[in-house]
Structure formats: structure tokens, C-alpha cells
């Protein structure tokens, strides 16, 4: 059964940074495309950041040059690193497989407020 847990988020000023991580278990990790996703109250989940097992990366254009992907095959672990955050980046954070979805882990909340 696989199980996604998100941690590493919290509460921070505009312009701050957050690093968040997931761990997978239950899967063979590193056959698998993984990415993070946001859900902002009132609104639908949207696609933040990919990365393929081979390593290649792409972006929310909202996210682009701000958040980097990565992944720890060995850890079976998907990082999100965040930088400059927004206000508009609030959101509940997931990961899961790019396309089609396990079940959905917890979430990690992203609060950026003054």
C-alpha cells in the first residue's frame, strides 16, 4: 500500500523561505515521475513542480525561478525547495505521482503572511 507523508511546511513573511519533503513508501520509487502540488482554499488542486526519474524538472510558470524540485531515490523522498515566497503561494502542499494519482497523502500546510 503505498503512503505519502509531507512535511517541512509552516508560517512565513513575503519573501521567505520553506523546504518541503515527502516521503514515499510502499512503491518502488525511482520508476516512478513524481511532482508537488497546491491546494489554495476555494480552489483546485494545481500542478507546482514535476520531476521524472531521469531528473528532469518543470515548472509552474507562477513557481518558475522561485521553487526547485528534487528527488532522493535512496531516501524515496521528492523535495521542494522555496524561495521569494508569495502570499499567493498559501496553500496545502501534496506530492504524489505525475499522472495517475495514488492516494492522496496529508498535506503540508504553506501559510506566507506578513
Known amino acids: 500500500q503505498v503512503q505519502l507523508v509531507e512535511s517541512g511546511g509552516g508560517s512565513v513573511q513575503p519573501g521567505g523561505s520553506l523546504r518541503l519533503s515527502c516521503a514515499a513508501s510502499?512503491?518502488?520509487?525511482?520508476?516512478?515521475?513524481m511532482a508537488w502540488y497546491r491546494q489554495a482554499p476555494g480552489k483546485e488542486r494545481e500542478l507546482v513542480a514535476a520531476i521524472t526519474i531521469g531528473g528532469n524538472t518543470n515548472y509552474a510558470d507562477s513557481v518558475k525561478g522561485r521553487f526547485t524540485i528534487s528527488r532522493d531515490n535512496a531516501e524515496s523522498t521528492v523535495y521542494l525547495e522555496m524561495n521569494s515566497l508569495k502570499p499567493e503561494d498559501t496553500a496545502v502542499y501534496y506530492c504524489?505521482?505525475?499522472?495517475?494519482?495514488?492516494?492522496w497523502g496529508q498535506g503540508t500546510q504553506v501559510t506566507v503572511s506578513s
Open positions: 504524489n505521482r505525475r499522472g495517475e494519482y495514488w492516494t
Open positions: 510502499g512503491i518502488f520509487f525511482s520508476v516512478h515521475n
